[in-house]
């Protein structure tokens, strides 16, 4: 081990590399445990890029294969059960992960500046991994799945002027058809994971530069630091482990069931809902009037949404108050309320029928 | 100039009459008798409502065309005289006749529907129905009290009374009816016993139109008990299988010579239930014990195909269980359930080769089917060995992952140690 | 002697670390290579499924095949033309079979009976049978969903 470090090192400027992530701190506080979400929505980030991999050796996208495959997969292929389930479960964890770290963020003010980009990259990332989530989602051409897919590029359609191009440019056409399929898979497996990895290399760049960040309400009372490396990276290892154990335990248990075949001709099932990142959109805007002050129900639900996305990613630049270190209760009030709106239309989008 | 204009005062008049007579031409298309009914109330009103949904009508038959008289006359006495050859309500033992001048003229039916058959009132004739009308029963059914009137729609239309899923209600208005039904000889239960039965099951509940309706055993226009010459050949519609099977066997000669009906005589006939293999066999819900006792050679061929048939499905039914289970826990299980699906074939074949009362040809059949059950019923248990392989490995897995996570941390806190050192 | 006490037990410490890590990382490898393996049937593909050789089926002979989750029923006529179906009966859910005696394919079940185009002609049946495609490649029959 020391022998090939040092081959290295007479080769490479290993030394340099080495320091960049020895010199990076994370502060010891009594909320040191919200350190460990980012890493764990990267974690399975990694086990959805190798499953992912994986999948792409069998899968094959088209209205008439599609499903086929993956029950292929899933029945044929030696652990296609496995690795097609933990991949299904680790996506949904990523994203659950992905809202953890970001609400403790956002509470904990570390946007404030100097690090407005790495908020404003993470929430791309964020919108990049629901891309995911919905692309995904289709990919197995399940019933639940094509008609779901349906339902949420018709939201989009609902937009104003742009709508229609974005239902059209979404579906390939008009209709949900294996055109759609197709491009869906595009985007899964190229498009967005190219547009991934590049705000994700910019995020743990300018992290890996900027060096952990405090809350804001912590500023000041640090006493201890601990070394990122090894000290804290083992500490995620333990984590990353273990996380990969309740994958695995998921995905042995509580396969992920593959559905029936879609059939553009059938009438929808009752029941069709989206992935549950998606769920408390989808029943709010369930919720809406059909009229808000003369504009269409839905539209107002679809403009509050997106502006709701726009002040966030802007956060750091509204909230001028964090960066002079003064903690807005404001941002903590609609941050909680936010939180409580979440889990609240998403507990009813899965109890009411 | 005069000359002139009085031309043209008399080419507008001549147009202006021709158009009046175009006018009352249009008019005279409008049929008087619906015109004036719609005036009228109660039951000289009902006819003209309903007749607008009416087959006969949308064919362009009018009143006229069963009733006679005249549809243009304006004045209601000439239209409705004899002269015009009106006839007004047929009595019910008329109706049959009334229906047939056009319904037994294959030349005339025809022009509108070449496929309907024109036996309809020879038939009827011949039905229980037809032979009490002519006896002057005026209670029996004819023709509309099936088919309805006024408002007559093809049997293939849903809201027709003569529909495949309607007829049971129909035919019950009346064969249902205790009171209505006490000057005759027959039961009134047949429609309850129906509706549990494992057809009426198949019609009412289901909607399978497939399913037999009481016209499809009993007839419809010749509706009268099959009897126990033709009830063999009435089941063998749709239960051919077991009918080539049955009229080989020694039962068919056995049955012929003690006068015993074929299917019934075991089956029943409106309250049939799904069928269970314990009516094989000699226990208590046992139909071959009604015949047979410990001392005669049915009496163990009946207990010898019945043990072949628990056999086999009772393999059959653990393998399937087997199989939902590994579905459940996630393990593809399609190769089994497709030849699962074989399986069940051949169990449904078996259970068929019954009507053979042959045990040699049932339980050949039956060992053969039983090597795939038994491949099935062994897939199926290893479909389950390897849900729990999957649970076990998992566990192994967890072991691991323990031992490491507490070695790591065992190893970070040396590392702590050896700071502080 | 303190030193070289904890020295050991720090070595011990990193073999069986070591150990457990390789054993770790086996374990996640496993699947994977496992996965990797070709399957025994190259790919998911009902877009057709090879039935059998045109030898294998005399004129007024039928066959029963797999056809993704459903059976598939190969008839080949007198008249030599090959014909093939869903073998499910459109009534319940019974297996259909040709009979050769009477030119129909027939269920045993109700009696339900389609012609050889697979229209159904008699008995309970409430719709036709689900066509498939069949395509003859030198001698081997293939079935195909029809487009």
């Given amino acids: 081990m020391r022998g090939l470090i040092n081959w290295l090192a007479e080769r490479y400027q290993i030394d340099q590399l080495l320091s960049f992530a020895k010199k990076k701190d994370v502060p010891i506080h009594k909320e040191f445990v919200w350190y460990y979400f980012g890493g764990i929505a990267l974690f399975l980030f990694i086990i959805q890029v190798f499953t992912g991999i994986l999948l792409l050796l069998y899968y094959k996208p088209g209205a008439d294969t599609a499903f086929e495959s993956v029950q292929f997969i899933v029945t044929k292929v030696k652990y296609g059960w496995l690795i097609r389930s933990i991949h299904s479960w680790s996506a949904n964890l990523m994203v659950l992960a992905a809202f953890i770290h970001m609400f403790s963020n956002l509470f904990a003010r570390t946007y404030r500046k100097p690090r407005e980009l790495t908020w404003i990259s993470g929430m791309f990332l964020f919108f990049l991994s629901m891309g995911f989530g919905f692309s995904g989602y289709l990919l197995p051409w399940n019933e639940l799945a094509f008609f779901a897919t349906k339902v949420g590029t018709d939201i989009a359609g609902a937009v104003p002027i742009i709508g229609e191009y974005m239902l059209v440019f979404l579906r390939g056409g008009q209709d949900v058809t294996g055109g759609t399929l197709s491009r869906f898979f595009g985007f899964h497996v190229a498009v967005l994971p190219g547009i991934f990895t590049l705000f994700l290399a910019a995020h743990l760049a300018i992290i890996q530069f900027q060096g952990m960040s405090t809350p804001l309400h912590l500023e000041g009372k640090i006493k201890r630091k601990m070394p990122f490396f090894p000290n804290f990276m083992l500490r995620d290892l333990v984590v990353w482990i273990g996380v990969l154990n309740v994958v695995a335990l998921l995905a042995v248990f509580f396969p992920w069931e593959l559905g029936v075949k879609a059939d553009a001709f059938q009438a929808a099932p009752a029941g069709i809902k989206p992935e549950w990142y998606f769920m408390f959109m989808f029943q709010t805007l369930k919720f809406l009037p059909a009229e808000v002050f003369f504009i269409e129900g839905e539209l107002v639900g679809i403009g509050g949404f997106s502006l709701a996305g726009i002040l966030v990613v802007l956060l750091p630049f509204i909230d001028r108050k964090s960066s002079r270190g003064i903690k807005h209760p404001l941002v903590t009030i609609l941050g909680v309320l936010a939180v409580l709106f979440i889990i609240a239309m998403t507990i009813v989008g899965y109890t009411i029928e | 100039m005069k000359s002139a204009r009085a031309f043209l005062i008399l080419i507008t008049a001549v147009i202006f009459l021709i158009s009046l007579q175009v006018e009352s031409l249009a008019q005279n298309q409008v049929n008087t008798c619906i015109e004036c009914h719609l005036e009228l109330d109660d039951e000289l009103l009902d006819p003209a409502i309903k007749f607008a949904e009416d087959v006969h009508n949308k064919e362009g038959i009018s009143c006229a065309g069963c009733h006679g008289g005249d549809p243009t006359e304006e004045d209601a006495e000439l239209a409705m005289s004899e002269k015009n050859g009106f006839r007004a309500v047929p009595s019910i033992r008329e109706i049959p006749q009334f229906c047939g001048q056009c319904h037994s003229d294959p030349a005339y039916m025809r022009k509108y529907n070449p496929a309907l058959p024109t036996d309809q009132l020879g038939k009827y004739w011949t039905s229980q129905h037809g032979q009490k009308i002519k006896q002057g029963d005026k209670n029996v059914a004819q023709c509309i009290s099936c088919h309805s009137v006024h408002d007559i729609r093809k049997t293939s239309d849903p809201r027709s009374p003569v529909y495949d899923l309607n007829v049971p209600q129909t035919c019950s208005s009346c064969h249902s009816d205790a009171d209505y039904m006490a000057s005759y000889p027959i039961a009134t239960d047949q429609h309850a016993d129906y509706q549990e039965s494992v057809h009426g099951i198949a019609l009412l509940k289901h909607k399978d139109t497939g399913a037999p309706a009481c016209n499809d055993c009993h007839g419809n226009h010749a509706a009268t008990p099959p009897g126990v010459a033709s009830i063999g050949r009435v089941c063998y519609q749709c239960h051919l299988a077991e009918g080539e099977l049955f009229n080989v066997s020694p039962h068919k000669t056995a049955f012929d010579d003690l006068g015993e009906a074929e299917c019934s005589s075991c089956h029943g006939n409106h309250s049939i239930r799904p069928l269970t293999d314990e009516q094989v066999g000699v226990g208590d819900e046992s139909l071959c014990a009604t015949c047979h006792s410990e001392d005669d050679a049915g009496y163990e061929a009946a207990k010898a195909m019945k043990q072949a048939l628990v056999d086999l499905s009772e393999t059959y039914m653990e393998a399937r269980e087997l199989i939902d289970e590994a579905e459940r826990k996630g393990v593809g299980v399609s190769d089994e359930q497709f030849a699962l699906l074989d399986v069940r074939h051949s169990l449904i074949n078996v259970r068929k080769l019954v009507h053979a009362f042959n045990p040699d040809t049932l339980i050949s059949s039956a060992e053969r089917a039983m090597e795939a059950a038994d491949e099935v019923h062994q897939a199926g248990i290893s479909a389950v060995v390897e849900v729990k392989n999957r649970r076990k490995g998992f566990i192994l897995f967890t072991l691991v992952t323990i031992v490491l996570m507490a070695l790591v941390i065992v190893k970070i806190k040396q590392i702590e140690r050896d700071k502080v050192k | ?147």
């Fill in chain 3, 1 to 147: 002697m303190e030193g070289n006490k904890t020295n050991s037990r720090r070595g011990f410490l990193n073999v069986l670390l070591g150990g457990t890590l390789a054993t770790f990382f086996g374990m996640v490898i496993y699947p994977v290579i496992r996965l990797m393996e070709p399957p025994k049937l190259p790919e998911a593909d009902i877009s057709s499924v090879a039935v059998g050789k045109i030898t294998d089926l005399k004129p007024d002979q039928s066959k029963l095949f797999k056809f993704g989750r459903q059976p598939g029923l190969l008839i080949r006529t007198s008249e030599g033309e090959f014909k093939a179906f869903i073998a499910t009966c459109t009534h319940l859910d019974c297996t259909v079979q040709y009979r050769s005696d009477m030119k129909i394919i027939w269920c045993a079940c109700h009696n339900g009976q389609y012609d050889l185009n697979g229209l159904n002609v008699a008995g309970p049946p409430p719709r036709p049978l689900t066509p498939l495609e069949v395509h003859i490649k030198d001698d081997a029959i293939f079935v195909s969903p029809k487009a």
